[in-house]
């Protein structure tokens, strides 16, 4: 089941789409196509041929998440406006989440989007934590000579800890 934007929905995210660089051939339809991927949370080589191909669809999602373009759509998502594409933005950006930046997952953790987020929380990265670990190791390390037994080791874990686990990712 796949429910094509409507007019309206589409007018909300066209501003939010770029439109230099290399230019996909028909924004909306691959919206569209990357929605009902989202959505039907199959593969991408089952994507029906109406939308395009597969390949380029699934290329112009991961462009558009380097490039910030889906941490905008998330982030407009969680807006009362956009309340209508909340839901497939969402699937879509966790579709995207293994080419993520540590900027999107802070994002992801600000907006606390939860239909986003590919994984459960401790398995995402978290700047926050990995911040106070180093803060904490760079005091530490002011006079190495007083450094509690144990410190180092335990920051070290913090900071894997801090840095997720990919291999957790669920993004179908």
Same mark, same amino acid.
């Given at each position: 089941m796949?429910?094509?934007?409507?007019?309206?929905?589409?007018a909300?995210?066209? $501003? @939010?789409i770029?439109?230099?660089? !290399?230019p996909?051939?028909?924004?909306?339809r691959? @919206?569209?196509?990357?929605?009902?991927?989202a959505?039907?949370? &199959? $593969?991408?080589?089952?994507? $029906?041929? &109406?939308f395009?191909?597969?390949?380029?669809?699934?290329?112009q999602? !991961?462009?558009?998440?380097?490039?910030g373009?889906?941490?905008?759509? @998330? !982030?407009?998502a969680?807006?009362?406006?956009?309340?209508s594409l909340? =839901?497939?933005? =969402? @699937?879509?950006?966790? !579709?995207?989440a293994?080419v993520?930046?540590?900027? =999107?997952f802070?994002l992801?953790r600000?907006?606390?989007?939860?239909?986003?987020?590919p994984?459960?929380?401790h398995?995402l $990265?978290?700047?926050?934590?990995s911040?106070?670990v180093q803060?904490?190791? =760079?005091?530490a390390?002011?006079?190495?000579?007083?450094?509690?037994?144990?410190l180092?080791?335990l920051?070290?874990?913090?900071?894997?800890?801090a840095?997720?686990d990919?291999?957790?990712?669920?993004t179908r």
């Open positions: 796949h429910i094509s934007l409507t007019d309206a929905e589409y909300l995210l066209h $501003p @939010l770029p439109h230099h660089g !290399r996909a051939q028909d924004r909306r691959v @919206l569209d196509a990357i929605f009902h991927v959505l039907s949370r &199959r $593969p991408w080589h089952e994507m $029906p041929a &109406r395009g191909k597969a390949d380029s669809v699934h290329r999602l !991961r462009r558009w998440m380097r490039a373009v889906m941490d905008t759509l @998330l !982030r407009a969680m807006t009362p406006g956009f309340a909340r =839901s497939r933005i =969402s @699937l879509a950006w966790r !579709r995207a293994r993520a930046s540590m900027a =999107s802070a992801l600000e907006l606390d989007a939860r239909e986003a987020r994984a459960a929380w398995h $990265p978290d700047r926050a934590l911040e106070t803060k904490v190791v =760079s005091r390390l002011e006079n190495p000579w007083r450094i509690p037994r144990g180092l080791t920051c070290g874990k913090l900071l894997k800890q840095g997720g990919p291999r957790k990712w669920r």
